[in-house]
C-alpha cells in the first residue's frame, strides 16, 4: 500500500516562504518520479513541479519558475518543494504524488497515487 503524506503547509504573507515535505512509503521510492500539484478553490487540479527518480530531470510550470525548487531525498523516502517569493495567486492546496515509472511527467493523469494535501494561503 502506497502512502504519501505532505506537511508544511500553513499561512504566510505575500514574498515570503514555505517548505512543503512528502514523506513516502509502500513504494521504492528511490525508482519513481514524483510530482507536486495544486488545487485552488474552483479550479482543478494543475500541475506545479516534477522530478524524475535521480532528480537530475526537472519540470515546473512557467509561473513557479525561478520561485519554486522541487527536489528529493531518496536516503529519506521524502520529496520537497521550497516555496519562495510566494504570490496570493499561489494559494491552493498542494498534493504531491507519484508515478509508476521514473520518468517525470506533468499531468495528474499519469500519477497513480496522491496524498491528501496541504493547504498552504498567501496573503497580500
Known amino acids: 500500500q502506497v502512502q504519501l503524506g505532505e506537511s508544511g503547509g500553513g499561512l504566510v504573507q505575500a514574498g515570503g516562504s514555505l517548505r512543503l515535505s512528502c514523506a513516502a512509503s509502500?513504494?521504492?521510492?528511490?525508482?519513481?518520479?514524483m510530482g507536486w500539484f495544486r488545487q485552488a478553490p474552483g479550479k482543478e487540479r494543475e500541475f506545479v513541479a516534477a522530478?524524475?527518480?535521480?532528480?537530475?530531470?526537472?519540470y515546473y510550470t512557467d509561473s513557479v519558475k525561478g520561485r519554486f525548487t522541487i527536489s528529493r531525498d531518496n536516503a529519506k523516502n521524502t520529496l520537497y518543494l521550497q516555496m519562495n517569493s510566494l504570490k496570493p495567486e499561489d494559494t491552493a492546496v498542494y498534493y504531491c504524488?507519484?508515478?509508476?515509472?521514473?520518468?517525470?511527467?506533468?499531468?495528474?493523469?499519469?500519477?497513480?497515487?496522491w496524498g491528501q494535501g496541504t493547504q498552504v494561503t498567501v496573503s497580500s
Open positions: 504524488a507519484t508515478r509508476p515509472t521514473a520518468v517525470a511527467g506533468t499531468s495528474p493523469h499519469q500519477y497513480d497515487y
Open positions: 509502500g513504494r521504492t521510492f528511490s525508482t519513481y518520479a
Open positions: 522530478i524524475n527518480w535521480s532528480g537530475a530531470t526537472i
